[in-house]
């Protein structure tokens, strides 16, 4: 599978911003698909995981309540709408699938494929 993530950019305190995830290649058979996002000098951050065939979602707890997962219609799309962003929700933001599903879905260690990522600056 190949992953391109985009819609990142320079938003105020308070806004809201929606990335995008495409997925291209064999999709049918992903197990899940993730976002992450790191700062320079930090690990990679979970931010929400979804179970491919059954689309339940799971959030990081910094982000619950203001960020919302989901995938497109038909095509093989995964949003990531982000609400009341605050300056510590900036980083490089991205997306991630896998295939196994051996372990958890939150665990960036277990996601064998990764798109480039977007930067979403959050000012104060």
């Known amino acids: 599978v190949q992953l391109q993530a985009f819609g990142g950019g320079l938003v105020q305190a308070g806004g809201s911003l929606r990335l995008s995830c495409a997925a291209s290649?064999?999709?049918?058979?992903?197990?899940?698909v993730g976002w992450f996002r790191q700062t320079p000098g930090k690990e990679r951050e979970f931010v929400a995981g979804?179970?491919?065939?059954?689309?339940?979602?799971f959030y990081g707890d910094s982000v619950k309540g203001r960020f919302r997962a989901s995938r497109g219609d038909g095509a093989n799309l995964v949003y990531l709408t982000m609400n009341n962003l605050k300056p510590e929700d900036t980083a490089v933001y991205f997306c991630?699938?896998?295939?196994?599903?051996?372990?958890?879905?939150?665990?960036?260690?277990?996601?064998?494929?990764w798109g480039q990522g977007t930067q979403v600056t959050v000012s104060s």
């Open positions: 979804i179970h491919w065939s059954t689309s339940t979602i």
């Open positions: 290649g064999n999709t049918f058979n992903l197990y899940g």
């Open positions: 991630a699938a896998r295939y196994g599903a051996r372990g958890d879905l939150s665990s960036s260690q277990t996601y064998a494929y």
